[in-house]
C-alpha cells in the first residue's frame, strides 16, 4: 500500500487534471439533465399535458447525445494529430461555455419559439464538448500510468461523474431548502448554471499546466499522425470500434434511468417530495463511486474485460427487479434499488477507461475511445429518458428495468465478441 500511494502522489498532477476536468464536464452536463427533470418542461415547452413537457424536455437531453459523436470525431481528430492537451482544453472552454449561457435564457413566455431553439443550441454546444472531454481525460490517465496501473489511473476520469452529479444535485438541494418553489421558477434554476464559470476557470489552470503524455511523444516520433484519423479508425479498427461502442451502452443506460428519469417519474408522476429524491439519489451515488474504485483496483489484478462482464452480466437480473423501488409510500426501497443499480453501474464504467484505450493503437486512439463511447451514449443513454417514459406510461415501471436488461445483454454481446481474438 506505502508503495501505491507513492505511485498516486508521483503523478498526482495528471490524476487531478484527468479528475478535475471530467468532474467539471459532468457538473455541467448533470445541472442540464436535473432541470430538464425539474424544470425546463413547463419554462421552455409549454404543453396541457405534464407527460407531454417531460418527454419535449428529455428530448433535450437526447439533442446532446447527438452532438457527442460529432464533438469526438472533431476532437478525435486534433487530438490524434496535434496533441492531447491542447484539445482538452478546447473542450472544456466549449462546454463550459455553452451551460454558463444557458443561466441567461429568457423563457417561452418572454421570446415564444425562439426561447426553446436557443436551449437546443446551447446544449447541442454542451454535447459537442463533452464528446471530446472524455476520451482526452482517459487518454490523459492511462497514457501516464506506470505498469501495472492502467485500469486504476484510467478509473480517475469515471470518479468525475459522480462527484460532478453530487456538485450539481446537491446544489439544486440546496436551492430547495432554501428557496420557496416561485423563486426557484424564477430564477433560482440559473444559479448552478452561473456557477459553473467557476469550475471551469479551475479547470484550465490544472490542465495548462500539463505536458503531453508519452505514448502520444513516442507515436509521434515513430511515424508522422494520420491525415484523417476517424477514416483509418473505421477502415482498419471497425472492429474494435463496434465492441467498443456496444460494452459502453449499460452504463449510459444504467445512469440515465437512476438519474434523470428516476427524478422525473418519481416528482412529476408518483408525486414524491423534490427534496426526498435529489436526496435518495445523493446517497445512493456514492454507491457509484464505491463500485467504479473496486472495479478499477480490481482490474490491475484480474482484467478490465473480466469486470465489464461482471457489471453487464449482473445488470440483467437486476432489470426484473427495478421496479420494486417505485413506491411513493416506501422511500427506503427506492434508495435500496438506486444504490444497488448504480453499484453495478461502478462496474460498467469504472473499468472502461483502460479496456476502450486499449482497443486501439495511440495513432487512433483518441479518436477510437472517443467514437466507440460516445456512440455507446446515444444507444444506451440519449433515448433512456424518452424511451423509460414511453414505457412507464404504457406498460408500467417493470417495463422500464427490463429495458435495462436489455442494455446489459446488447454490452455482453460486444465483450464477448471482442474477446475471441
Known amino acids: 500500500m506505502p508503495g501505491g500511494i507513492a505511485t498516486m502522489v508521483k503523478h498526482r498532477r495528471v490524476l487531478v487534471a484527468s479528475l478535475a476536468g471530467t468532474t467539471i464536464e459532468f457538473y455541467d452536463f448533470y445541472i442540464y439533465a436535473t432541470a430538464a427533470s425539474l424544470i425546463f418542461g413547463p419554462l421552455f415547452f409549454p404543453s396541457s399535458s405534464p407527460t407531454a413537457q417531460l418527454l419535449a424536455s428529455f428530448a433535450t ?27 482538452l482544453v478546447a473542450s472544456l472552454m466549449l462546454m463550459g461555455g ?4 444557458i443561466a441567461f435564457l429568457p423563457t417561452y413566455a418572454m421570446i415564444g419559439w425562439v426561447a426553446p431553439l436557443l436551449l437546443c443550441i446551447l446544449r447541442f454546444g454542451q ?10 481525460a ?9 505498469p501495472g496501473w492502467r485500469a486504476r489511473f484510467g478509473m480517475m476520469p469515471q470518479l468525475g461523474a459522480p462527484l460532478g452529479f453530487v456538485a450539481a444535485n446537491g446544489l439544486f438541494l440546496l436551492l430547495g431548502l432554501f428557496l420557496s418553489d416561485a423563486d426557484f421558477v424564477a430564477w433560482g434554476w440559473r444559479l448552478p448554471f452561473v456557477a459553473s464559470a467557476l469550475l471551469v476557470i479551475v479547470g484550465l489552470w490544472v490542465r495548462l499546466k500539463l505536458g503531453e503524455t508519452p505514448e502520444f511523444r513516442a507515436a509521434l516520433e515513430a511515424e508522422a499522425p494520420p491525415a484523417v484519423p476517424l477514416a483509418e479508425l473505421l477502415s482498419r479498427h471497425l472492429r474494435g470500434t463496434i465492441a467498443g461502442t456496444l460494452g459502453a451502452v449499460t452504463c449510459f443506460a444504467l445512469f440515465y434511468i437512476c438519474t434523470a428519469f428516476a427524478l422525473g417519474y418519481a416528482t412529476a408522476s408518483l408525486k414524491m417530495p423534490r427534496t426526498l429524491v435529489l436526496e435518495i439519489q ?24 473480466k469486470m465489464l462482464i461482471a457489471g453487464c452480466a449482473a445488470t440483467i437480473p437486476l432489470g426484473f427487479l427495478f421496479g420494486a423501488g417505485f413506491d411513493p409510500a416506501e422511500p427506503g426501497m427506492l434508495f435500496m434499488v438506486l444504490a444497488v443499480s448504480l453499484f453495478i453501474m461502478g462496474f460498467t464504467y469504472g473499468p472502461l ?7 486501439f493503437p495511440p495513432r487512433v486512439r483518441y479518436s477510437g475511445a ?3 463511447f460516445n456512440i455507446g451514449g446515444i444507444i444506451g443513454g ?40
Do not use: C
Request: glycine share 16%.
Open 61 to 87: 437531453i437526447a439533442l446532446a447525445f447527438v452532438a457527442r459523436p460529432l464533438g469526438a470525431a472533431v476532437f478525435g481528430h486534433y487530438g490524434d494529430r496535434i496533441g492531447r492537451k491542447s484539445t
Open 98 to 101: 455553452s451551460t454558463f449561457l
Open 127 to 136: 454535447g459537442f464538448g463533452l464528446g471530446g472531454e472524455w476520451g482526452g
Open 138 to 146: 482517459a487518454l490523459l490517465a492511462v497514457e501516464n500510468a506506470p
Open 282 to 305: 445523493l446517497a445512493a451515488i456514492l454507491m457509484m463511486a464505491l463500485g467504479i474504485i473496486l472495479s478499477g483496483w480490481a482490474s490491475d489484478r484480474q482484467s478490465a474485460r
Open 353 to 359: 477507461g483502460e479496456w476502450l484505450t486499449a482497443l
Open 370 to 372: 472517443s467514437f466507440a
Open 382 to 421: 440519449a433515448l433512456a429518458p424518452i424511451v423509460a417514459q414511453f414505457l412507464v406510461t404504457g406498460y408500467g415501471i417493470g417495463a422500464v428495468g427490463l429495458y435495462l436488461s436489455a442494455a446489459g445483454a446488447i454490452s455482453l454481446i460486444g465483450l464477448v465478441w471482442i474477446a475471441r481474438d
